[in-house]
């Protein structure tokens, strides 16, 4: 006995309909991740103490601003597909469950595009 609707038979969706998606592009995010914080960190280690000056001659470099934004891009999306899944599993309430996933996939991108901006208001002066 089939517990499936007839459209969930002919869409062939689940009851989470995207739940393989979403799993394998928070599962590539995180190993996206991991070089580019590795590279991050062991940046920032090396730099020690610069100067501001330094600072932002080594965000100026293109190689170093294309990372940066592919760490803030990668990190935010992460953080969002995260925060998602505790919403829509922790939060009941339907109306509190829409709201909340609107307002943290709204502050994830604000948030997102903020750090990108920033990295290229430093990479291209201004």
Not at 17 to 40: E, N
Not at 59 to 76: D, N, Y
């Amino acid at each position: 006995m089939k517990m499936r609707t007839q459209l969930g038979n002919v869409r062939g969706l689940g009851s989470a309909k995207s739940g393989t998606g979403h799993f394998w592009m928070q599962r590539l995010t995180a190993i996206a991740l991991i070089p580019l914080t590795l590279w991050f960190v062991a940046a920032l280690a090396s730099m020690g103490s610069v100067g501001y000056a330094e600072a932002v001659e080594w965000v100026k470099s293109p190689i170093t601003a294309v990372l940066l934004l592919a760490l803030i891009a990668a990190t935010f999306h992460h953080m969002q597909l995260g925060l998602q899944v505790i919403v829509e599993d922790y939060v009941h309430a339907e109306g509190l469950k829409i709201a909340s996933l609107i307002v943290m996939k709204c502050g994830s991108v604000l948030l997102g595009l903020a750090a990108a901006f920033a990295v290229l208001k430093v990479a291209f002066g201004g």
